[in-house]
DNA sequence: GTTAGCATGTAAGGAGTTACATGATTTT
DNA sequence: AAAATCATGTAACTCCTTACATGCTAAC
């Protein structure tokens, strides 16, 4: 999860661990509170290692938004961090390779979808209606729990259920429109961030 | 998390592992998906080990249902577990001493919400009001990300945020109401869960 | 008599968090 | 020159999951 999250924003500009932390607050905060930076640091470290991401500024040819990267180097402290070329490919898979862990959990679906822009439109779709049936099935489940097993319960613990059952009820509704937009083609257009740099 | 709620759920009645796994289910699955096992049953020889829950069934003159217990205990394999006096001490500490952790996580408030009938009015209140004010932060970290960086956002992660805000606001709302009703006293009738058993 | 579901457990590991420790830079 | 905030990191731990292993019991 945070793998795919630092890779997609590494992907998006070069940055350095606690700026990185800050835009994974702002582009994972709709499902997930902020990540420690002794969460970070450590998977910052780790993709390094396999290679997916390096130390310093971009290969020659890449510019890299001159006033990030060149000014920030040599300052001591600072580390930042560019995605490879084998980043990208790695980053591609993972969003491509999208199986139960990504329908299962609320932040496994929303890293995904937090980078549907950069993710093929038959793979979106899979995702879209795969997360529709796991939310189907908890409203199934929630609407059994309401009519067979509701005179057991409390008033607390119905009223939880309602609730529950209310958000998914919604949640479907919206997926239902995704959906449908991702059939029409009626899509924002995914990717051409800044020709400037990066692939 | 899980001792909260297998302690209060052990204690409206003895059970086994396996009958503890399916009411955990529909008991926490408005938040949460199924626990496993490998979680439960360790967790279980915790509690034991604390002396919080005991092996087989509740001491003499506490009958515990009579068609729960004595027909199951002899039958090797099923192991069913009561709940201690100290066991129900525990229960109503862990209840009270609600810290952020409440109303941080999802599943820590809903675990709380869902025994809010064994929870004192004024515990209520705090909790409810602790969990409002989470969600107004998140709501109000949404809210900038979308009128202060919207431009710069893709409409996928726009979407996200954008959906995200609508349950934080239908969230807040519905603890309002919650809110208000403890105040009111239009409270459901909390204990008297049948008195043949238990305190 | 074999499949399905009931029932209990262990070992290893994943994906993070908290608490701590340190130091540079900017603002007041 | 003190306080805030930027910036990086480590060690220990929490809480849970997956995969595996085992055996009983009911239904077909």
Redesign the interface.
């Known amino acids: 999860m945070l793998e795919l999250a630092i890779l997609g924003l590494l992907h998006e500009s070069p940055m350095h661990g606690y700026e990185l932390r800050k835009q994974l ?3 994972l ?3 997930r ?1 902020a990540i420690s930076y002794g969460s970070l640091y450590p998977t910052l470290r780790r993709l390094q290692t396999d290679g997916w991401i390096s130390e310093g500024a971009p290969p020659a040819g890449m510019p890299a938004s001159a006033d990030e990267v060149p000014l920030l180097t040599g300052k001591r402290g600072r580390v930042v961090y560019t995605i490879t070329a084998e980043g990208k490919e790695r980053f591609q898979e993972l969003l491509t390779a999208a199986g139960p862990e990504t329908y ?3 932040a496994g679906f ?1 890293v995904h ?5 950069r993710t093929d439109p038959a793979t979106r779709l899979r995702i879209l209606e795969g997360r529709r049936r796991r939310v189907e099935e ?1 409203r199934e ?2 609407r059994d ?1 309401l009519s067979r ?1 509701a005179e057991r319960l ?4 119905l ?3 309602r ?3 209310d ?1 998914c009820e ?1 949640e479907v509704r ?1 997926l239902e429109e ?1 959906i449908a937009n991702e059939r029409n083609g009626t ?4 990717p051409s ?1 800044d020709p400037e740099r990066s692939s």
Do not use: I
């Open positions: 607050t702002t582009k905060g709709a499902f509170a299962d959990s609320e929303g979808f937090a980078f549907f822009a908890r489940g929630m729990v097993a409390d008033a607390y613990t009223e939880l259920q609730h529950g059952l958000a919604r919206w995704l899509t924002p257009q995914p961030a």
